[in-house]
């Protein structure tokens, strides 16, 4: 396998910036406006779930409530090839990656029928696929050159050698970035981003407990279906490979430079810059993830745009999860990757747009409201004769909500300005734990404590 670099790494010069930028916060008066607009709807308080709590999300992505249909959801498949293939760790050969690439082309793959079934479209990115020239389209239309997004040809053997040079995963990380600008720019309201590599679930996985200073038998799942031979071959690999990283275990960039890919870095700045561009994402199986561990960590806040879509059997991404206190929407046992998982968990966050913005309210469709709770005895103002109840004011007397018309474009309630929405309630953000390594001499490029604002990225487009 040829893992030597690309001539030329993407684009790095042009899209290095001084700063990472701060990724900011959902819009809490939305979601404020959401839960009291939840409240008024024709069903019991809480009857709809985890729709309720993902509806709340939404209008606070969006800024508005009732949120607006998801329009232009967006899958975007980032693809590279691992030196660590060539190990056995896993049951295909290395030139799959490539073959595949060809088939998501084609529209043959199951991350392209079950688009198909959600009406997103597929976007296909070769980083760093071990073939002389990329072979993908460029751009969100296809009109770019492709050479634009690769990186290098195959990311390197993490158990024996670093996986990038610092060059190189900047560009990757740009990449990541420019490729999130130019989906948002086209219109996509939601990201699902996919991977294809094969051998890439042992450098996620050397990625995860590295950061979250685990032991590699933690981290270590299947695959694609490996036996014990090979599942024993990946373990000494992710071992080799975490004890070369374990010393930058402070900054996620560096450890995604020694022991990831041009792929997780890639989705890395993909996840950020969706943050910074106010775009949910739908995450996807283990590979994603640990690219999102590492995003937190580069530009935290960044986890408030994401949403779990699934549940993998990898065991590093239920650590991942955990720790960023995400909640998997679905558990159907899937370990494929391509975005799949995360696929099958868009029509919940359709469903939950949709019942926000359309159901009726009780006025509105003339449904009598929850009982109040019955006055307490030794409440004077609740005793006395002719006293007024709270839920009979007037329209547009002083305290009254007035509920807003139903239909996708309908105005909502405007938001009271209080805090919003506890993320935690929600299984949306928890706090973070980042874990600190020994810091050994190294470049500056490279220091622990380098990653989040001030350190090293590409500069972002205006929210």
Not at 83 to 97: D, L
């Amino acid at each position: 396998m040829d893992i030597t670099p690309a001539a030329e790494p993407a684009a790095a010069p042009a899209l290095a910036p001084d700063a990472v930028p701060v990724v900011p916060d959902l819009d809490h008066e939305a979601m404020t406006a959401a839960r009291h607009r939840q409240g008024l709807l024709t069903k019991p308080p809480g009857a709809l779930g985890r729709l309720e709590d993902l509806s709340v999300w939404i209008a606070g992505a969006q800024g508005t409530c009732p949120p607006r249909p998801l329009r232009r959801v967006r899958v975007v498949v980032i693809a590279g090839d691992h030196g660590i293939a060539t190990a056995g760790v896993s049951a295909f050969p290395s030139e799959v990656t490539a073959q595949m690439v060809a088939n998501f082309a084609a529209g043959g793959a199951a991350v392209n029928v079950l688009a198909r079934q959600v009406g997103a479209s597929v976007r296909v990115v070769d980083v760093a696929v071990d073939t002389p020239v990329p072979t993908t389209a460029g751009g969100a239309d296809g009109s770019a050159p492709p050479e634009r997004y690769r990186v290098r040809r195959g990311s390197g053997r993490i158990d024996r050698t670093d996986a990038l040079t610092a060059a190189e995963v900047d560009a990757a990380f740009a990449v990541g970035r420019l490729i999130a600008d130019e989906e948002i720019d086209a219109g996509a309201d939601l990201l699902v981003p996919g991977e294809m590599g094969i051998g890439n679930t042992t450098p996620a996985a050397a990625v995860v407990g590295t950061l979250l200073d685990r032991e590699p038998i933690e981290v270590v799942g299947r695959g694609t279906g490996i036996d014990d031979e090979r599942w024993m071959l990946k373990t000494a690999a992710i071992r080799d490979a975490m004890r070369r990283a374990r010393p930058y275990a402070g900054n996620a960039r560096s450890v995604l430079r020694v022991a990831g890919g041009a792929d997780l870095a890639a989705l890395a700045g993909i996840l950020v810059q969706a943050g910074v561009r106010r775009t949910p994402v739908v995450l996807d199986g283990v590979i994603v993830c640990a690219a999102a561990l590492a995003a937190e960590m580069i530009a935290p806040g960044a986890k408030q745009w994401w949403v779990a879509g699934t549940r993998s059997t990898e065991p590093a991404q239920r650590l991942v999860l955990d720790h960023l206190g995400l909640e998997p929407l679905l558990d159907a046992g899937l370990r494929l990757g391509e975005g799949t998982g995360a696929l099958l968990a868009v029509p919940m966050l359709t469903a939950a747009q949709a019942t926000l913005a359309e159901m009726a309210t009780f006025d509105q469709a003339g449904v009598s409201a929850k009982e109040p709770a019955a006055p307490d005895a030794t409440d004077p103002a609740d005793t006395e004769p002719g006293a007024p109840e709270a839920h009979a004011l007037e329209p547009g007397a002083p305290g009254s909500y007035e509920p807003p018309a139903v239909g996708p474009g309908a105005p909502g309630p405007t938001g009271s300005g209080l805090p919003g929405l506890d993320l935690g309630m929600l299984g949306l953000i928890t706090p973070d734990s980042t874990q600190t390594g020994p810091t050994p001499a190294e470049p500056a490029a490279d220091r622990p404590g380098a990653d989040g604002p001030g350190a090293g990225g590409t500069a972002g487009s205006a929210p």
